[in-house]
T-cell receptor, first 111, second 113 residues
Framework: GESVGLHLPTLSVQEGDNSIINCAYS??????FIWYKQESGKGPQFIID?????DKRQGQRVTVLLNKTVKHLSLQIAATQPGDSAVYFC??????????FGKGTRLHILP | DGGITQSPKYLFRKEGQNVTLSCEQN?????MYWYRQDPGQGLRLIYY???????QKGDIAEGYSVSREKKESFPLTVTSAQKNPTAFYLC????????????FGPGTRLTVL
């Protein structure tokens, strides 16, 4: 069954505010957790990954937090822009040669 | 420009016909993947290949077939045995030394009438 899932299917955020997209996982043996962004009609794009022995990783305007105690992953987007409007997927790498995707959260940016 | 291409973008077929979706990459990547995406859903892995002339089944391989005769190409055939073939199909590739960052093509939307 699905082991990587998201708390909410849709999230609406005011332009300029920070966005927080959440994800729960069940497999404690995963090596990496990954975030992808998919714009309408396009293929997903890699955003950032975090190794399972880390708590936090920062990228350009994004931060991923990993809480292994409660098996929770989040993606924070600072100063959300219209171009951030997309579906965001969390995914996990269990140490083999493929990754498993969750169902996605659609991020709406309000003007 | 290096990239991964899928053709065609939209494809229509009659029920009972086999159809082959194209995926080509010039990134010199070793590993290639095929996913299926249904509306409001995540990506489900159909088949993947880490090296030429070798491939493995993913989670939903039934009704699909692939080949990997060349490093650059990984075509997917949707056979008449696939019960619900209408979907968005995505191809991806990775260098093979890291599987986290997959590079996706633009996708093919297949509609079976």
């Amino acid at each position: 069954g699905e082991s990587v899932g998201l708390h909410l299917p849709t999230l609406s955020v005011q332009e300029g505010d920070n966005s927080i997209i959440n994800c729960a996982y069940s497999n404690s043996a995963s090596d990496y957790f990954i975030w992808y962004k998919q714009e309408s009609g396009k293929g997903p794009q890699f955003i950032i990954d975090i190794r399972s022995n880390m708590d936090k990783r920062q990228g350009q305007r994004v931060t991923v937090l990993l809480n292994k105690t409660v098996k929770h992953l989040s993606l924070q987007i600072a100063a959300t822009q219209p171009g951030d409007s997309a579906v965001y997927f969390c995914a996990e790498n269990r140490g083999d040669d493929k990754i498993i995707f969750g169902k996605g959260t659609r991020l709406h940016i309000l003007p | 420009d290096g990239g991964i291409t899928q053709s065609p973008k939209y494809l229509f077929r009659k029920e009972g016909q086999n159809v082959t979706l194209s995926c080509e990459q010039n990134l010199n990547h070793d590993a290639m993947y095929w996913y299926r995406q249904d509306p409001g859903q995540g990506l489900r892995l159909i088949y993947y290949s880490q090296i030429v002339n070798d491939f493995q089944k993913g989670d939903i391989a039934e009704g699909y077939s692939v080949s990997r005769e060349k490093k650059e190409s990984f075509p997917l055939t949707v056979t008449s045995a696939q019960k619900n073939p209408t979907a968005f199909y995505l191809c991806a590739s990775t260098p093979g030394d890291s599987y986290n960052e997959q590079f996706f093509g633009p996708g093919t939307r297949l509609t079976v009438l």
